[in-house]
């Protein structure tokens, strides 16, 4: 049972990452169509956003894969 | 215009040289005794997330895993041979070549183990231990190698285990050079070689010739693009070693992570990314001034939010560089991971036509982590530096608005 809810959890966890980034990847794309003179601000932006975004999924990954 | 640049780029290469040196020489001592007891975690893993009604099964493979290297592999352990991968060992493994009786011989370099115990330090090579299967007697102490573990033979000479298999005896107090340590040393090398030619470069011209064009641009991008937007004034002079140290080395232990056969997992420590974690913890505590002190603890909120307001404050302060640590280590954990998995299935399936599907999925999920590589680099570099400023910003005015 530990080890099935422990996949449970992470996958829990990858389903937020997915859907956050996501997100992040549309507003953004959006974004650069309505300025494209903005995109490489939009672009870093973006980035730093979605490893923020993925440290708090691999958290959680870690904490129920290994705890 | 060029002399300035020239200049600052001197001067901060110059106070990166020798400030890299000297971070170099600090770190390596502190993350060599650290990973001594990173070591801890090995039998854990192997443990905790098992079933209590797949224990039996587990002490049947047990043993199988004890003869690992003595006899054929009956059945292919994909989660055996990537914790193996994974974690630090006292001996650098390279290859298993299998011998004609089928079973397979193991090549390793060898590395020093260092232990201390009841005031009595012995250093010898990890070959005594012949792959973990045989003790090693110095003196009237026998040392006995468990799952990658030390320990120290009881009176009998044997390991007393409890009834998770762990082993109960005592453990000497480890500094051997593993192989996270080695790898250390050997990334520490080519950063002073990298750099030192870079330094040396601008002693002759301000123009970068050889070596020094390749870093200047990096070492502007960290400079211009992390340090100054986040750390006012002139004070990122003072802290801008620091961030090009941590830069340049988590991003050379990644990329050193990700060779094939040799591929010491220096970053998938955690011991390893808890010192950076608490150096830049250590940075900030120690250069925080009063306004930031002052937000702490008496926060710009109206004064019956304290209660609440304090304590996360607080708490904050240590949050944050422990997200470091697990965004780090869990990043590039899970990268190995992963690219391991896809070659387990290969022997998995026992087919040669599933590498036809496997090898390029590795192929992508290789390049994923050289980006991977560089992008979590320039995150902690990043972050790091937005707290150091956080903690030296002087005082501005509080609007309603400025609730930090």
Do not use: C
């Not at chain 1, 997915?18 to 549309?26: F, M, T, V």
């Not at chain 2, 590395?111 to 299967?133: E, K, T, W």
């Not at chain 2, 003196?139 to 006995?144: A, E």
């Amino acid at each position: 049972m530990t080890g099935t809810l422990a996949a449970i959890g992470v996958g829990l966890s990858v389903l937020g990452a997915g859907l956050g980034i996501g997100r992040i990847g549309g507003s953004a794309t959006e974004a650069m169509a309505r300025q494209p003179e903005a995109s490489g601000k939009i672009q870093t932006a973006m980035i730093i956003a979605a490893a923020l975004i993925e440290g708090v999924a691999l958290f959680g990954v870690v904490a129920s894969a290994f705890f | 215009m060029h002399r300035f640049l020239g200049g600052v780029i001197y001067g901060s290469m110059k106070i990166s040289n020798r400030a890299t040196k000297l971070l170099f020489t600090i770190l390596a001592p502190a993350l060599l005794s650290m990973s001594a007891f990173g070591q801890e975690h090995p039998q854990h893993d192997d443990h905790h997330g098992e079933a209590t009604e797949q224990h039996v099964d587990d002490h049947a493979n047990h043993d199988d895993h004890a003869d690992h290297h003595g006899e054929a592999d009956q059945e292919f352990d994909a989660v055996d041979m990537i914790m193996h991968h994974i974690q630090d060992a006292h001996e650098w493994h390279l290859v298993d070549i299998p011998q004609e009786d089928g079973t397979s011989k193991p090549v390793s370099i060898p590395l020093p183990v260092i232990l201390y115990y009841n005031g009595q330090l012995d250093v010898f090579m990890s070959s005594a231990f012949h792959h973990g299967h045989s003790p090693v007697t110095k003196g009237d102490v026998t040392y006995i190698m468990d799952h990658g573990n030390i320990y120290v033979a009881n009176a009998q000479g044997e390991l007393e285990y409890d009834e998770e298999h762990h082993a109960l005896n005592d453990k000497p107090l480890d500094l051997s050079i593993t192989k996270n340590v080695a790898a250390m040393f050997l990334s520490i090398l080519l950063l002073v070689w990298i750099f030192g030619s870079t330094a040396k470069n601008y002693k002759k011209t301000h123009v970068p010739r050889g070596m020094a064009k390749f870093m200047e641009p990096l070492v502007l991008f960290v400079r211009d693009d992390i340090a100054r937007p986040n750390i006012e004034g002139d004070k990122y002079k003072r802290y801008l070693p620091f961030l090009l140290t941590i830069f340049f080395f988590i991003w050379i232990n990644n990329l050193l992570g990700l060779i094939p056969v040799l591929a010491p997992n220096v970053t998938g420590n955690i011991a390893f990314t808890f010192v950076l974690a608490a150096f830049t913890l250590l940075i900030i505590l120690f250069s925080g001034n009063k306004a930031y002190w002052g937000h702490i603890l008496l926060p710009p909120v109206p004064w019956w939010l304290y209660i609440i307001m304090v304590p996360v404050e607080i708490i904050g302060i240590f949050t944050k560089p422990f997200a470091l640590m697990i965004r780090l280590f869990a990043n590039i954990t899970a990268g190995h991971i992963l690219i391991l998995s896809l070659v387990s299935l290969i022997f998995i399936f026992k087919t040669a036509w599933m590498s036809l599907m496997s090898v390029p999925f590795m192929i992508f999920m290789f390049t994923l982590e050289l980006l991977v590589a560089a992008l979590q680099a320039y995150i902690f570099t990043l972050l790091a530096a937005l707290f150091i400023g956080m903690a030296v910003e002087e005082h501005h005015g509080h609007g309603e608005e400025d609730v930090i």
